[in-house]
Each structure stands twice: as structure tokens, then as C-alpha cells.
């Protein structure tokens, strides 16, 4: 399978039953397995329908291609060359060995989209019943995120490093100032047209585009407006409304392109960005989000608003990200004495 970037539409429908291989949004050419291929031509133009159909959110439609892909690897490992006669057992087992290299979170997701998977078949009439849906994921709890953040100062001392002698230096400060000053989603910031940046009588506004297709419009922190302000003059691009307001580079040019910025060319800027600064190269776009929750309430923001402006639906989707919990020190431990 080869994958491509996350823009795009289907560029190739099938012509027929027959089809084995078709070109999704997002993953490039997706391949029928042998062990899909083997059910039947129904069953082959199922398995397609499920990723390019089905899926709207093309972070979920990697995932799960992944992990149902991997389960019919599995199979095909095991001697099982028909997806009709996978049993509650097979799954039960593939997820239990799926745990041994994998953590509770990241095998609870394989599960999730197994369920879903075998949920679309039997909608459909490919399957009589799932044999996934009595199975458990694995127990897991999480009272603290393991997205790694940083303290204020370093991401001070980060943006100041940015060099704005440059379009690139200048479009990397506003976006992670954009991650930073309104908890946004990597993929929302870099969904972002020119003219989802707009005033509205004394306010400048982001209207940003989270999952599921909603809309979530948030006030422009004074520092993000000052910012965005440089890199729309410098860039010269405000009237173009509805072009990407984050670009992609020209190698290494220093020209823009007409093109949105990916999320993987995202990430390895911020990389660079940090070990640039002296700084963490752990951090990620969504240490930002991390970070700006734990920086709200450091400075006396509710738990409830924090939820409002990262459009979390549950408050204990926020507390994840909120990092002022007190620590438990060694000194306290010490306190147990005998």
C-alpha cells in the first residue's frame, strides 16, 4: 500500500464488482487482502466501501485501515484464509496477543475498529454477526495525558528563536502561536483558510474546523493577532479567502506554495523548531494544547471553560491535559517512617 498526503478526493472509482484496489483520500492505493479477496467479490467491495465511505475523518481512516490490516495479517499468519469463519476466539486471541506490543490504549483503538469493521459488514448483509462485538478491550484509566509539555519560559524562549527574516520562520511562529493561544487541533489549525481569520467590530476571530465537520470559533489572543498580522503581510496573501492559510514550503526556497501545510511536515518543523532553541525535541503540535489547558489554569481559568475553548464534550477530557496536579514528592513519600 502506498500512502500519500491527507488532502485529496477519491480519485478512482470502481468500475466494477471486481475491484480489488482502489485510490482513498488520504491512504494512496488501498489493496484487498488475500484473506478479504478470498470472501468473495461482495466482500472485497465492502471492505473499500468501509474506508472510503464510511470514515469522514482522515486520522480515523489511517487508524483503522492500519488496524484492520493488521488483523488480516494476523490471519493470513495463522492459517485463517477466510474472513467468514473468524470466531469470538480469534478475535479474543489476536487482541491478547496484540497486547504484548502494544499498550491498553493503543489496542483498545484495534479493537475499535475491528468492532466497526465487522458492524459495516453485518449492516450490509456481507456478514450474519460480528465476531467482535462481545469482545472486551483491555481496562485502562488515565488521570494525567502523556503528552509531553514544557514549562512557559521554554516556550517563550522557542517562539524567540523563530528567526522572521523569512516567510517559513514567520509561518512556523503563527502557527504555533495559533496551537498555543487557541488549543487548537493540529489538523483544525492547518485546515484554517485566510478567511477563517476575520474581525468582527473590536475582536479578531479563528474559525477553526474540528472533527466531525464542526465549526469552533475562538477569540484571537493579542499576541496570536500580532502574529498573524506579519505573516499575512509578509506572505501576501489576504485576498486569497480561500486559500490555506498555512502553507506548504518550496523545498527549501523559502516560497510558500498554494498548498496547505501536512500534518507530518507540521510536526518535523516543530521538532526542528525545539532542538533549534535548545529545548525539548519531544514536543509535539499537541503539546501546545497540552500546554495552553495547563497555563489557563495555572492563571486561575475554570475547568469548564478550559473544556469550551478546546471544544472537549466532557471536562474529564480536559483534566487529562491539565498538568498544576499537585506531585507527589519524594519528601512525602519519606514521611512513611517505621
Not at 500500500?1 to 478526493?9: A, R
Not at 484473506?35 to 471492505?47: F, H, K, N, W
Request: charged letters at 25%; aromatic letters at 6%; glycine letters at 8%.
Amino acid at each position: 500500500m502506498q500512502k500519500s498526503d491527507m488532502t485529496g478526493e477519491l480519485i478512482e472509482a470502481p468500475k466494477n464488482r471486481e475491484i480489488t484496489r482502489l485510490a482513498i483520500a488520504g491512504l494512496g492505493m488501498v489493496e484487498v487482502p488475500a484473506v478479504i479477496a478470498a470472501g468473495g467479490a461482495e466482500l472485497a467491495s465492502r471492505y473499500l466501501e468501509f474506508f472510503a465511505g464510511s470514515i469522514r475523518n482522515p486520522n480515523t481512516r489511517a487508524a483503522y485501515l492500519n488496524a484492520v490490516t493488521r488483523f488480516c495479517d494476523w490471519m493470513e499468519a495463522i492459517g485463517l484464509a477466510d474472513l467468514a469463519a473468524v470466531q469470538p476466539l480469534h478475535v479474543a486471541t489476536y487482541v491478547e496477543a496484540l497486547g504484548k506490543t502494544h499498550g491498553k490504549a493503543s489496542v483498545g483503538q484495534h479493537l475499535s475498529a475491528l468492532k466497526s469493521f465487522f458492524a459495516f459488514l453485518v449492516a450490509g448483509g456481507t456478514l450474519k454477526r460480528s465476531p467482535a462485538v462481545e469482545v472486551k478491550a483491555p481496562t485502562f484509566s488515565r488521570r494525567r495525558g502523556a503528552t509531553p509539555i514544557t514549562s512557559g519560559s521554554e516556550v517563550r524562549r522557542l517562539m524567540d528563536a523563530i528567526p522572521t527574516d523569512s516567510l517559513v520562520g514567520l509561518r512556523d511562529r503563527a502557527l504555533i502561536a495559533t496551537l498555543l493561544y487557541t488549543m487548537a487541533r493540529v489538523s483544525a489549525a492547518l485546515h484554517c483558510q485566510v478567511k477563517d481569520y476575520y474581525a468582527e467590530g473590536f475582536t479578531r476571530w479563528l474559525c477553526l474546523h474540528e472533527k466531525g465537520g464542526k465549526e469552533h470559533r475562538m477569540p484571537v489572543h493579542h499576541q496570536l493577532v500580532e502574529y498573524l498580522e506579519t505573516y499575512l503581510d509578509a506572505a501576501g496573501i489576504r485576498d486569497k479567502p480561500g486559500s490555506p492559510l498555512f502553507r506548504s514550503a518550496l523545498g527549501r526556497t523559502g516560497q510558500l506554495t498554494e498548498l496547505a501545510l501536512d500534518r507530518r511536515n507540521a510536526l518535523a518543523m516543530i521538532k526542528r523548531r525545539a532542538a533549534q532553541a535548545g529545548i525539548s525535541p519531544a514536543l509535539s503540535p499537541h503539546s501546545f494544547r497540552a500546554m495552553a489547558i495547563t497555563f489557563y489554569l495555572e492563571n486561575g481559568g475554570t475547568l469548564e471553560e478550559a473544556r469550551e475553548m478546546a471544544n472537549h464534550a466532557d471536562t474529564r477530557t480536559t483534566k487529562l491535559y491539565d498538568r498544576t496536579e499537585r506531585v507527589i514528592t519524594q519528601s512525602a513519600v519519606e514521611r512513611i517512617r517505621v
